[in-house]
């Protein structure tokens, strides 16, 4: 059996393929970024899976495509995690733009795009992979991103920037404290998670006029900063991967429309195409 895993920071989505590249079973665990969650934890959560537990010593091979790969010391981290976990296993780990690389791949070269918790870009030729610029993470980075929204949204909140209607709602749905969200945020791990759980907010009014002009800045920001830098952004289609991009694809079409560039498909979950890419070129 082969495991095929798409990690980011929120969640991680697991397809076990058979013997035959038949898909055997689809579940999910929590997401397994080394820049925010303590490694003691990541073989626990693994094993709190009762399917995966099943089905462990029966793999061979683990794919693993995950957020805060891209550092050779994290790629290490997850590796030694999960042999522990599945101890008969060929582990591979790679970043998560290489999924979406995979999964965005249509037969010709494009600029692949990741907006979900985090935010990252690449350029893909159908071989090789070429990253212009660093993942900078949720503290100066990741424009565009769910944290970046959630941040925010919360910002505005305590400085009281928000529309009297929004501030209210907001207010009386989550009743947040600066004591707890600075708890959150620097004395508890995945921070970044925890600042993209507020985008259920903003995504539930998305049509608010003010939420329209404050994502249309951030997506503006995520181009300016991910997208324009590369060379190929005129003519490549620009493909994105994530649930950000899913909610927010009109505001992103718009963007992009501004800066006169083409935005191909929205793919909010690469799992599924990911899996259908190493069924056509890698097993």
Not at 177 to 193: G, Q, S
């Amino acid at each position: 059996m082969v495991a095929i895993v798409d990690s980011g920071s929120t969640k991680s989505d697991w397809v076990i393929l058979d013997d035959f590249k038949k898909v055997f079973l689809k579940t999910e665990t929590i997401g397994f970024n080394p820049n925010f969650i303590n490694r003691e934890l990541i073989a626990p959560e693994i094993q709190k899976n009762s399917n995966l537990m099943l089905v462990k010593n029966s793999i061979t091979k683990v794919f693993f495509y995950g957020s805060g790969c891209g550092v050779k010391k994290n790629c290490e981290t997850i590796q030694e995690e999960l042999i522990k976990v599945f101890s008969k296993a060929e582990i591979i780990v790679k970043e998560d733009l290489m999924a979406a690389a995979y999964a965005a791949y249509s037969g010709k070269p494009a600029i692949v795009c990741i907006l979900g918790t985090g935010s990252n870009s690449c350029y893909f030729d159908g071989e090789n992979l070429k990253i212009e610029l660093p993942s900078l993470g949720f503290l100066i980075g990741d424009e565009g991103s769910g944290s970046a929204i959630g941040k925010q949204l919360v910002r505005r909140y305590f400085m009281k920037k928000l529309p009297s209607d929004l501030h209210a709602e907001f207010e009386a749905e989550y009743k947040l404290t600066v004591e707890d969200t600075l708890k959150n945020m620097y004395h508890k791990p995945r921070p970044n998670a925890y600042l993209a759980d507020f985008t259920k907010f903003v995504i539930e009014r998305k049509d608010h006029p003010y939420f329209k002009d404050m994502v249309f800045e951030e997506m503006k920001s995520f181009f300016e900063y991910q997208v324009l830098p590369y060379h190929e952004a005129k003519d490549a289609e620009i493909n994105f991967i994530g649930s950000i991009a899913y909610y927010y694809e009109n505001i992103l079409r718009s963007v992009a429309t501004e800066f006169n560039l083409n935005v191909g498909h929205v793919v909010q979950k690469p799992i599924e195409s990911l899996v259908d890419y190493h069924i056509k070129y890698i097993l």
